[in-house]
């Protein structure tokens, strides 16, 4: 939530160096609320040289009519935003300003799988695309794997946490990338099954 002539030129430097290393990739860049809206404009524009596809957040994110003017002021590039927000009517007035081209609720801020559909359906109202919040790992991912298996308007490639290839034991199915794609579970409820022996170890909370 900040920048300085450090980072500018990090930037600078990334930019070229990630597209040349990976022509072909699809790159989204999440400035975390960082710019004003001279400074996210700048950004976004250079983001538009090297082909990237998503710019999230350019300015704080409670700061919607800046980021509605870098929105208008970049045509190239998809806005995204919205991981903090959490009321519908504030997202109805992101929609009709115009602040983000796709929107990305946060499963759990915003108030679980029902709310973010209710999002979604908005959003799709007005011609918008989402791709949920949800970086979470262990069974927390679950009910984000449901939720994104249901939504008509879903954008893009989807956030994951990397974690390395063995994961706790303590639940399954793990939550592992293969070729790109995550399992959406099948078995009932969530899809998660717990071993037995957690509960026993559990402390009671009065």
Known sequence: MTYNE?????DKALLP????AMPEATIYADANSSFDVKMGIETGK??????????EEPCQWENYEGNR???????KIKLAG??????????KDICQEDVYDILQPDLYYNGGIIKALQVAELAQQFGKKIAPHS???DPLAMPFLHLVSLIPNLYGFQEYPARPAKQPTWYSPSILVKEGKLTIPT????GVSYEE????????VK
């Open 82 to 91: 919205g991981e903090q927000d959490t009321s519908l009517y504030r997202w």
């Open 6 to 10: 450090e980072t500018i030129k990090r």
């Open 187 to 190: 078995q009932a409820g969530l």
């Open 69 to 75: 003017l870098v929105n208008k002021a970049l045509k």
């Open 135 to 137: 970086p979470k790992a």
């Open 46 to 55: 250079l983001l538009i040289d090297y082909q990237v596809d998503i710019f």
């Open 197 to 204: 022996e957690i509960w026993a170890k559990a402390q009671v």
């Open 17 to 20: 160096a990630l597209r040349k």
